[in-house]
């Protein structure tokens, strides 16, 4: 049940949702305790900033090649290890720990830092990376100029 959430639009979907949060509550082993946190929904990284990412790593991967052993799937596990750090995951009972956060949970506001992050990364290591004026990168990033 790691990562479930619930969204209410509007004060007709209090009660349902309550049930259901409910169920869950009294299912829950309490092996470990759990929280709730009540916060603004906020929608998760775009595709537009995942595709970008990716063509990230692919020049990344291409400017270094010539240097080391490297792929676009070894620069994108390279950046979220320097980037995002690690957390512990459950699958039912079993604890896996230290494993590279995934981008895809990520809100578009912390894809958007993570991304700023990556871009001086690659221009400290000589790599300029392609910012089309037309991606939602580029129009963020000049929005908060």
């Given at each position: 049940?790691?990562?479930v959430f619930w969204m209410i639009r509007n004060r007709k979907d209090i009660d349902n949702v309550l049930k259901f949060f409910r169920k869950s509550l009294e299912e829950w082993d309490y092996s470990r305790p759990i929280a709730w946190?009540?916060?603004?929904?906020?929608?998760t990284r775009s595709l537009s900033q995942n595709a970008l990412f990716h063509m990230w790593c692919g020049e990344m991967a291409d400017h270094f090649s010539s240097?080391?052993?490297?792929?676009?799937e070894k620069v994108k596990l390279l950046m979220k290890n320097e980037f995002l750090g690690t957390e512990d995951i459950m699958v039912g009972s079993t604890e896996i720990k230290h494993q590279l956060r995934s981008t895809s949970s990520l809100s578009k506001g912390e894809m958007h830092q993570f991304m700023e992050q990556v871009f001086h990364w690659g221009l400290d290591h000589g790599v300029t990376l392609t910012n089309p004026k037309n991606s939602e990168f580029f129009r963020a990033r000049n929005a908060a100029i």
């Amino acid at each position: 049940m790691n990562g479930v959430f619930w969204m209410i639009r509007n004060r007709k979907d209090i009660d349902n949702v309550l049930k259901f949060f409910r169920k869950s509550l009294e299912e829950w082993d309490y092996s470990r305790p759990i929280a709730w946190k009540l916060e603004p929904y906020s929608a998760t990284r775009s595709l537009s900033q995942n595709a970008l990412f990716h063509m990230w790593c692919g020049e990344m991967a291409d400017h270094f090649s010539s240097k080391i052993d490297i792929t676009p799937e070894k620069v994108k596990l390279l950046m979220k290890n320097e980037f995002l750090g690690t957390e512990d995951i459950m699958v039912g009972s079993t604890e896996i720990k230290h494993q590279l956060r995934s981008t895809s949970s990520l809100s578009k506001g912390e894809m958007h830092q993570f991304m700023e992050q990556v871009f001086h990364w690659g221009l400290d290591h000589g790599v300029t990376l392609t910012n089309p004026k037309n991606s939602e990168f580029f129009r963020a990033r000049n929005a908060a100029i």
